[in-house]
Nanobody, 128 residues
Framework: EVQLVESGGGLVQAGNSLRLSCAAS????????IAWFRQAPGKKREGISY??????YYSESLKGRFTTSRDSAKYMVYLQINNLKPEDTAVYYC???????????????????????WGKGTLVTVSS
């Protein structure tokens, strides 16, 4: 059974940092891209990052405070968020899709890829 389980969310003060984790199981990790998305109340889901074993892409609008890392041995993907702001309040999801690095324009188009698997999300609330 494929599973993606996010953890690490919670209530944090603005200016602090947080590391979210995504634990993957049930599929061959290195053959999949893992993406991070978030959805704030009343807003559309937003892509944050997309990582394969070779490369990581970030949303241009969010680049800078967000860092994604992968641990292939542990089947884990992490999202480090620095200098948290109240507008970062959202449910954060990780999602998996077969890594197809040959897709033209992938660096910009990855948020539009149809993900095969989704986690249930972890809530991050940032207080001012």
């Amino acid at each position: 059974e494929v599973q993606l389980v996010e953890s690490g969310g919670g209530l944090v003060q603005a200016g602090n940092s947080l590391r979210l984790s995504c634990a993957a199981s049930g599929f061959t990790f290195d053959e999949y891209a893992i993406a991070w998305f978030r959805q704030a109340p009343g807003k559309k889901r937003e892509g944050i990052s997309y990582s394969t074993k070779r490369i990581t892409y970030y949303s241009e609008s969010l680049k800078g405070r967000f860092t994604t890392s992968r641990d292939s041995a542990k089947y884990m993907v992490y999202l480090q968020i620095n200098n948290l702001k109240p507008e970062d309040t959202a449910v954060y999801y990780c999602a998996g899709v077969e890594a197809l690095d040959s897709i033209v324009g992938l660096s910009m188009l990855w948020p539009q890829r149809k993900m095969d698997y989704w986690g249930k999300g972890t809530l991050v609330t940032v207080s001012s």
